[in-house]
């Protein structure tokens, strides 16, 4: 009885080699939403530890190291990002979701675009199909606003631009999620969906089940979490095919779709970056915007000036009803003249303003080694090189978390692997 199985492992296991190789189309393995449970074994894995261990000497370090043994509890403190295990997880998929979850975030992210039918989705961005799936592989290629161009030889890169409204959700629902990447080299479609940063990893890129905004709603509701979506800007113009899908229309949906889930507005943070979308939010749907968060990138721009503007500005969004910004994390610290990470301009301008402040992302770019390196490249920045020339060591990571969460008094922290901000939280008594 058991002997006759070998075959079908086996033509399994030749089948998921294939899958590793090119991601074609998603296979009969769809992972069922149903039956997931409450997560109440949360498991970090060793990097809070190995965090820890790289810090250099000091209190802060006797602290942390002494919750080694502890157990961990989930909490909202640790707010997925992206699903909350995008560093080796391809993004906004149930296994990374299901990985945050495991890892004790108590708020679950999607990113919310729309498709064709007006249906909501998770993806980081409208238009990143191209690099979060492998639909440039598939029949569905030719749907994309851009379908696969290669590499030519004279060095014109390989490209491709694919949006989420470029299709039905049935046909999304057929995609497989992937590492964020593209090879700009390939001549080949299949050779585009390589590019996969080296600190980061294919292991679990195996065809990520993408989903339905519904379907999160559904799954994150069962496992007893907290819910924030955001909601993407448009990248076609609105309304959408010219006809009565206004930006105003786009923005209902997302409170529509959790009336509708029955879910509690208690229970939800929703998020933008287009204040019109919170101004919308405020005006028709005060409930649900009281626990909006207006995401803010207004000081990338514009140097030492820019930054200032960005902190003046908190006055007219604590004016409009705002009660939670989100701004990028090294918007919120300053190095003192000992090199000690304090709280910024921003930070302490949004606390006398009263709001609360929830910042994005720990563990988005890599090892500090390629942080030094690379940078938040594209971005001018006054701001983030400040906070980047200050660490020194993994183990920094801890000393940002602290000054954040103890003196900037943050909310809660957007992480791609939520196991590092769970367990600082659950040491140091940030649970909720
Ligand atoms: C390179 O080749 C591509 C396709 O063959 C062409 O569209 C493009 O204009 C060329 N670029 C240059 C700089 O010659
Ligand atoms: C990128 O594409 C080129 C051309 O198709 C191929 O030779 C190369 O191996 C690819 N790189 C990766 C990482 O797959
Ligand atoms: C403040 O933000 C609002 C909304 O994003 C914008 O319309 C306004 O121009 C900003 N004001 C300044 C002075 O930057
Ligand atoms: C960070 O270090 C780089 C390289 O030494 C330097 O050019 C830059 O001015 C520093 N940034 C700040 C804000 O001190």
């Not at 990447?181 to 996969?196: R, V």
């Not at 990028?328 to 606390?351: F, G, Q, R, W």
Request: charged share 20%; aromatic share 10%; glycine share 8%.
């Amino acid at each position: 009885m058991l002997f006759q199985h070998v075959p079908v492992v086996a033509a399994l296991l030749a089948a998921t080699a294939t899958e590793v190789a090119a991601l074609p189309k998603r296979a009969q393995q769809q992972q069922s939403l149903l039956g997931k449970h409450r997560v109440t074994n949360v498991e970090l894995g060793p990097r809070p530890y190995y965090l820890v261990d790289n810090m250099a000497a000091g209190p802060l370090k006797d602290r942390l190291g002494a919750c080694s043994e502890d157990s961990m509890r989930p909490t909202k403190f640790s707010i997925s990002h992206r699903g909350g295990a995008c560093l080796q997880f391809p993004e906004e998929t149930v296994e990374s979701l299901m990985a945050g979850t495991r890892m004790g975030a108590g708020i679950q992210e999607c990113d919310v675009a729309f498709t064709k039918d007006r249906q909501f989705v998770c993806r980081h961005d409208q238009c990143d199909l191209h690099m979060t799936t492998n639909i440039v592989a598939t029949e569905l290629g030719a749907k994309c606003t851009k379908p696969f161009t290669p590499a030519s030889a004279n060095g014109t890169a390989a490209s491709a631009k694919c949006c989420t409204s470029d299709l039905t959700l049935a046909e999304f629902k057929t995609l497989c999620g992937k590492m964020d990447g593209f090879n700009a080299s390939a001549t080949t479609p299949e050779d585009f969906l390589h590019g996969t940063p080296g600190w980061r990893t294919d292991l679990y890129s195996t065809c990520g089940t993408v989903l339905a905004h519904k379907e999160f709603i559904e799954l994150v509701d069962g496992l007893g979490l907290d819910f924030t979506p955001e909601l993407k800007a448009p990248a076609v113009p609105m309304p959408f095919e010219g006809g009565d899908y206004t930006f105003e229309a786009y923005a209902q949906q997302l409170a529509d779709e959790y009336r509708e889930a029955g879910i509690d507005f208690s229970r939800v943070y929703p998020q933008s970056f287009q204040f019109a979308a919170v101004r919308y939010w405020l005006e028709h749907e005060p409930k649900f915007a009281r626990q909006a968060v207006l995401l803010d990138e207004s000081g990338d721009t514009g140097g030492a000036a820019g930054f200032e503007a960005a902190v003046a500005n908190l006055t007219f969004y604590k004016d409009a009803g705002v009660n939670i910004v989100a701004p990028p994390l090294p918007y919120l610290v300053e190095l003192d003249a000992e090199n000690e990470i304090v709280p910024s301009s921003y930070a302490i301008e949004a606390k006398r303003l009263g709001l609360k402040i929830i910042t994005w992302s720990l563990e988005r770019s890599g090892p500090l080694a390629a942080i030094h390196a690379a940078g938040q490249k594209g971005k001018p920045d006054y701001y983030y090189s400040t906070f980047f020339n200050a660490t020194t060591r993994d183990g920094d990571i801890y000393r940002l978390v602290d000054v954040l969460a103890r003196e900037v008094g943050v909310m809660g922290i957007f992480s791609d692997w939520s196991a590092t901000v769970t367990y600082y939280a659950n040491c140091m008594g940030f649970m909720s």
